[in-house]
């Protein structure tokens, strides 16, 4: 009898570490969103973005999220920039490797945007409405939703600034505050048009906390003939 309450207990103590790996979930994770933006600037008031993102569940691996997009901006004013744009975005929804069919989303988005100066920071508002085409499993369908950006930026030199954003999300389905995101990071001008931010990412959504590292790349290219494009 002792001999198999021995055994018994050895076998719970053995199985713990299993089990409580086998309850990690996706938020448990350090995920990583890796970017790349160019803005391409052809008059004063015309210019296109060209925007990619590849997110993973973990830094490296366990694919999350790809997402690209296409859009078109005039420029009211110098610091004020009107969009319209198409994206396109493949998701994996489930953890670990199954056996579903990712979600398939086609994007329409209006955007407003909105810089100034504050004291010492360089303050961007972003206001925008989607118009999400769903490819489910079960299902087609469209949601509605806004979404507003409010970013701080904090040039400590040339080459080095900071920054802060706060994005919250307003569904105009179910719930209707199902989401926000939280960035604060550290970039770098490696060239005139070219910059490298790093953030770490609180994304808070329908009621999971996700931990992420953003790391992204921005490029401007600037074709008009009298180049006073303004440093990124």
């Known amino acids: 009898m002792i001999v198999k309450a021995s055994q018994i207990a050895l076998l719970i103590v053995l199985c713990i570490p299993a089990q409580l790996f086998a309850q990690k979930t996706s938020d448990d994770y350090l995920g990583s969103w890796y970017t790349l933006g160019i803005n391409h600037r052809f008059t004063e008031k015309f210019s296109v973005n060209t925007y990619g993102e590849l997110r993973f569940y973990e830094p490296i ?3 999350n999220l790809t997402f690209s997009s296409f859009s078109g901006n005039y420029h009211i004013k110098k610091k004020q920039t009107l969009s319209v744009a198409y994206a396109y975005l493949d998701i994996d929804s489930v953890f670990d490797e199954d056996n579903r069919n990712n979600t ?12 100034h100066k504050l004291g010492i920071f360089n303050v961007q508002h972003r206001f925008r409405l989607e118009q999400r085409f769903l490819q489910l499993a079960a299902k087609n369908e469209m949601q509605n939703r806004f979404r507003y950006r409010f970013s701080l930026k904090y040039n400590i030199n040339k080459t080095l600034f900071l920054g802060i954003k706060e994005e919250p999300f307003v569904n105009f389905q179910d719930q209707a505050f199902h989401e926000n995101r ?6 770098f001008h490696l060239f005139k048009n070219m910059q490298l931010q790093m953030d770490y990412l609180k994304h808070h959504i329908r009621k999971k906390n996700f931990n992420r590292i953003q790391i992204g790349i921005s490029i401007l290219t600037d074709y008009r003939k009298s180049k006073s494009a303004v440093k990124l």
């Open 61 to 63: 691996s366990n694919y």
């Open 182 to 187: 939280f960035f604060i990071g550290a970039g």
């Open 104 to 115: 398939k989303e086609n994007r329409i988005y209006e955007q407003y945007n909105y810089k």
